[in-house]
């Protein structure tokens, strides 16, 4: 059995996003905009997490399917969704086997927050794309978002502050490898008497930048590709842009 890498990680993920069922005004009319231009009325998230993003195409009026190799990030998918009392199947499916698992298309299929990283190497990364495009219908898009880019592996900042609010700082202590990087987690809980820190690390086996998904979302057949450097539709700029959104069209 492969393991969980989210196992033990699950239950403070949703620290990245805030209050479960919130959604940044920003990220929720980029969202809005992309789905209203693009007729897309259903939505695989094939890397859900915990469920903040389903919550959010839910919330936009589309239907949604969750899928993510992670049990404990289901499990914590469900929790979400049950408190909120939102009612979407979630299956644990590898996102490299989408088209044996799922026989129907989907308008859009969404593989956010770096989630793509997780591969070992570009051939898998085709695979994945490859399956992702089986399962969209004619003209659906693929919308992958990560915070890694260009800048930042050039520049290579050794902390990033993620998180810092009055009893919780969530920090980024990356290691950076020849292809690859370690992000090593940081959540440090001051609102008791003694400061707790606990430590979550997560290896990415290559990051993937702009020139690379041009190539390999090309080798797989997607088209009019395009890449935002922020939610404001501001255009994807190697020397300035802290967040890295592509959208590919099958
Ligand atoms: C950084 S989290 C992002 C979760 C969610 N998309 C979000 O934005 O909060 C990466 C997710 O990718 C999932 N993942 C990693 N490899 C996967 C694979 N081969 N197939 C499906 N999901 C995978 C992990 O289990 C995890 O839930």
């Not at 993920?13 to 990220?27: A, I, Q, R």
Request: hydrophobic share 40%.
């Amino acid at each position: 059995m492969v393991k969980d890498a989210y196992q033990g990680f699950a239950e403070r993920y949703d620290l990245f996003h805030g209050k479960f069922g919130e959604h940044k005004p920003v990220y929720r009319v980029f969202f809005q905009k992309v789905f209203v231009e693009n007729k897309i009325h259903s939505v695989l998230d094939c890397a859900c997490g915990t469920g903040h993003d389903m919550h959010l195409f839910y919330s936009l009026g589309c239907e949604v399917i969750g899928s993510d190799i992670s049990a404990s990030m289901l499990t914590r998918a469900r929790k979400n969704l049950k408190s909120l009392g939102v009612n979407i199947p979630l299956h644990k499916v590898d996102y490299r086997a989408l088209h044996k698992n799922f026989k129907r298309k989907f308008d859009a299929v969404t593989c956010l927050s770096s989630s793509i990283l997780h591969m070992p190497d570009k051939k898998e990364v085709i695979r994945a794309f490859l399956s992702m495009q089986r399962v969209l219908r004619e003209n659906g898009i693929l919308i992958i978002t990560q915070g890694t880019t260009d800048k930042q592996w050039k520049v290579k900042p050794r902390f990033i502050l993620n998180s810092s609010m009055k009893e919780f700082t969530r920090l980024f202590a990356i290691d950076y490898l020849e292809r690859g990087a370690r992000y090593n987690i940081l959540d440090i809980r001051h609102d008791k008497q003694k400061p707790e820190l606990k430590v979550w690390s997560v290896d990415y086996a290559q990051i993937l930048l702009k020139d690379d998904y041009s190539k390999l979302l090309q080798l797989a057949g997607y088209r009019k590709i395009r890449f935002y450097g922020s939610y404001k539709f501001e255009p994807y700029n190697k020397k300035e842009s802290d967040l890295l959104i592509c959208v590919a069209r099958k």
